[in-house]
């Protein structure tokens, strides 16, 4: 049978300790005590330091950069945990990596995506719960329960209460544009489409056409993530071309790798709106760039799947 798990516990690897810090504070629970670190050999080590067995625990933990050294803590502390005799282990990765590869498009390529759910369902993992995937379907690459919550409405209260006149949703990729589509449906505007062609495997992006009506109209873009704002800085100069009159942008995943947070603030952007996925401590935001917090989020999630409650009902 299996055993009684009505002590809920939350740790977190280095990746976002504010996150997890939030979290517990929207749960009123202290964050779980535990040692993460890396010897002097590179390798990691980790150390829980409060019984958790037989609890419910929640491991903290996005994948940003370094990328291969958190996944590495998380499944790290994901062993620990079983090992520990946790009585049920959720990894909590409110951004997936590796998620841009899911899918074998050029001969002799992995689907890191498959491969990252295979190690995390390896160490031990009982359920996932994440935050707008890359791609949805990345949900199957898991045997076990996947929830994967949307900061989609938290993008939307923040537009809906600026109130912008004449606004139109523009999604930056054809592949986002289901989604946008959703967030234009919830602010009642009308969508555009930028098409855009990646060129090889490199990280420049090029965008082509803009299928739609924004001419003298503001704009919102949304995309799952800005990783080094190649798709974002090019879709507002076609935008501008085509007479858009100002750009805003939304993003739940705000990677902002190398200097893309400078390039953002000193672009003809109006402002770029993402969330707290993953740390943007070192990043230059300037009030250029505004960071709302999935925690509410993640931390009503935790306390319903903890209760046996619907997280569905959330989005509801
Ligand atoms: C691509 O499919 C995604 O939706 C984003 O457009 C992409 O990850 C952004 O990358 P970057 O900021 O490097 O252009």
Redesign the pocket.
């Known amino acids: 049978m299996r055993p009684l798990i009505d002590e809920l516990c939350v740790f977190t690897g280095n990746a976002h300790r504010e996150l997890a810090q939030n979290v517990c504070k929207y749960l009123n629970i202290p964050l779980g005590q535990a040692e993460v670190f890396k010897f002097p050999n590179d390798n990691t080590f980790v150390r829980i330091l409060d019984n958790i067995r037989e609890r419910d625990v929640f491991i903290i933990q996005p994948m940003s950069a370094p990328v291969n050294d958190h996944l590495m803590e998380l499944l790290i502390m994901i062993d620990a945990a079983k090992r520990a005799s946790a009585g049920r282990v959720t990894a909590v990765v409110p951004y997936y990596g590796y998620a ?1 590869t899911d899918k074998k498009d050029q001969p002799r390529v992995p689907i890191t995506a498959r491969l990252v759910a295979d190690l995390l369902t390896a160490a031990g993992t009982d359920r996932l719960l994440t935050v707008d995937l890359h791609a949805g379907q990345i949900q199957g690459f898991f045997n076990i329960p996947v929830d994967e919550l949307t900061a989609l409405p938290i993008l939307v209260r923040y537009f809906r209460d600026k109130a912008l006149d004449d606004l139109v949703v523009v999604a ?2 054809v ?2 544009s289901k989604r946008a589509r959703d967030v234009a449906e919830r602010l009642q505007v009308p969508l555009a489409i930028v098409e855009k062609r990646r060129e090889g495997n490199n ?1 420049s ?1 090029q965008s082509l056409n803009i299928i739609g009506d924004v001419e003298h109209k503001t704009v919102l873009t949304f ?10 800085l090019a879709a507002v100069e076609a935008l501008q071309e085509r007479g858009a009159q100002e750009v805003y942008s939304c993003v739940t995943h705000a990677l902002l790798s190398g200097s893309a947070s400078e390039e953002v603030v000193a672009s003809p952007l109006r402002e770029l709106v993402a969330t707290d996925t993953v740390p943007l401590h070192d990043k230059r935001l300037d009030g250029k760039i505004t960071v709302l917090s999935v925690a509410p989020l993640l931390g009503e999630a935790i306390n319903r799947i903890h209760k046996g409650l619907s997280v569905g009902a959330l989005f509801q």
């Open positions: 841009r930056v990729d592949g986002i990280a992006a995309d799952d993530e800005i990783d080094t704002g190649g798709s974002i």
